[in-house]
């Protein structure tokens, strides 16, 4: 264990939900494989993996030829499935998605369409039936009813996922960062790790370490920070999760009240254009080149981009403000006191790839490899619900390139 010039079959880079469970995957599809997943941190779920909202997605959102709509049902009813095999935490809250006005109808009428071709469990109700379901709701004649959304402990999902793959063999190297690609294998600061088959799985990072290889050069990684505000109210004060409809261009779904897992109430998230990639709090991670690289693409989406980048960097800006995170909130739900958000919880950075020729955000899965290498660019929301129908996926993509 840790030991330096290490050999292993299959390294993955990045210990999150997605690196553990395509190691769990490549365990189980190629016996007495060795598999060591290499994370640069000291401790698991310091990044997106323990960052998120903990909301398990029912997928409904997507179209039906998008890898996410394909992974994001069957992934939320796996992971409820697991976390009730394992005794882990679980809210079975399930979601309104409400219509502030008429004007949003059709766009909830669209969503509920996806969510049939999709094949999932989606309910049309009218504005009386979403406040017996939630009695605070606020919604234009029609809402859209989620029962299979879920909330989880997203620590606690992912410390067990690391104990399977413990227990099946594998191995989770913490204080591991992988510093380049070497002749035979990676260079950590043990040495040279030497491996049969790399898989790219750094989140944040996926973009520099599929250089490397010579992958994805045309990406770049475009980090948005979100935080929420937590409510001071008891738990139960919601019943279920309320979502707005969500501008379907943009890759963010807008402010929502979350139910957590132990049945407090939170709102948000933001979604503010990144200054570095691990620009949780203070100056940890700062790194001056990386941001004059990521002010410069920033500043040249706010000239031409293939999206709104300028409305959209506004109006997350605008959500910093306390006030005005409980203004948005408060036009979905009754009883909304700004006196009860005071709190912002952790922050958390959202890894979204930009493919910068064409000036444009990548909304669904991507990845890149070959017989030496795979590269999963971008897994953003709902990675962490589809992680388990995924890694299978990624799996398949592997043992296809091995031959």
């Not at 030991?3 to 390294?11: E, L, S």
């Not at 909330?151 to 606690?156: F, G, I, K, L, R």
């Not at 979905?332 to 064409?358: C, F, H, K, S, T």
């Amino acid at each position: 264990m840790n030991r330096a010039g290490a050999t292993a079959d299959f390294a993955v880079i990045g210990g999150g939900i997605v690196g553990v469970t395509v190691a769990l995957d490549l365990l189980r599809r190629f016996p007495g494989a060795s598999v060591i997943v290499l994370e640069k941190e000291n401790a698991p779920g310091l990044h997106a993996s323990g960052r998120n909202s903990g909301v398990l997605h029912a997928g409904f959102y997507y179209t039906a030829d998008s890898l996410k709509a394909r992974f994001c049902r069957d992934g939320n009813r796996e992971l409820r499935t697991y976390c009730e095999a394992k005794a882990l935490p679980l809210n079975r809250c399930g979601k309104l998605v409400v219509a502030p006005n008429a004007d949003e109808l059709d766009s909830l009428r669209e969503l509920l369409r996806r969510g049939r071709a999709n094949g999932v469990e989606l309910e049309e109700v009218t504005a009386a039936d979403a406040r017996r379901i939630e009695p605070r709701a606020k919604t234009h004649e029609a809402a859209l009813f989620s029962p299979t959304t879920a909330t989880v402990d997203p620590q606690a999902v992912l410390r067990a996922l690391i104990a399977d793959l413990v227990a099946e063999g594998g191995e989770y190297r913490l204080g591991a960062p992988v510093l380049k690609r070497a002749e035979g294998g990676l260079l950590t600061p043990a040495g040279l790790l030497s491996a049969g088959y790399v898989v790219n799985a750094a989140g944040l990072h996926a973009d520099r370490v599929a250089h490397w290889y010579g992958f994805g050069e045309e990406y770049t990684i475009l980090p948005f920070k979100g935080l929420y505000l937590y409510s001071e109210e008891p738990p139960g004060a919601f019943r279920t999760n309320i979502y707005p409809v969500p501008n379907l261009k943009n890759p963010f779904l807008g402010v929502h009240f979350t139910v957590t897992v132990e049945g407090r109430a939170k709102i948000g998230p933001t979604a503010v254009p990144a200054l570095w990639r691990e620009q949780y709090g203070g100056a940890k991670g700062f790194h001056p080149r990386e941001m004059a690289r990521l002010m410069a693409t920033e500043a040249g989406l706010l000239l031409r981009a293939g999206f709104d980048f300028r409305g959209l960097a506004l109006e997350e800006t605008r959500k910093r403000s306390r006030r005005w995170l409980v203004h948005l909130a408060a036009e979905l739900a009754e009883g909304v006191r700004p006196g009860d958000y005071r709190r912002w919880g952790p922050p958390g950075i959202r890894a979204q790839l930009l493919n910068v020729r064409e000036r444009r955000l990548v909304m669904d899965f991507l990845m890149e490899g070959d017989e030496r290498s795979f590269h999963i660019l971008n897994a953003v929301s709902p990675a962490f619900t589809c992680s388990l129908p995924f890694a299978r996926y990624v799996g398949e993509e592997i043992a296809r390139r091995l031959g």
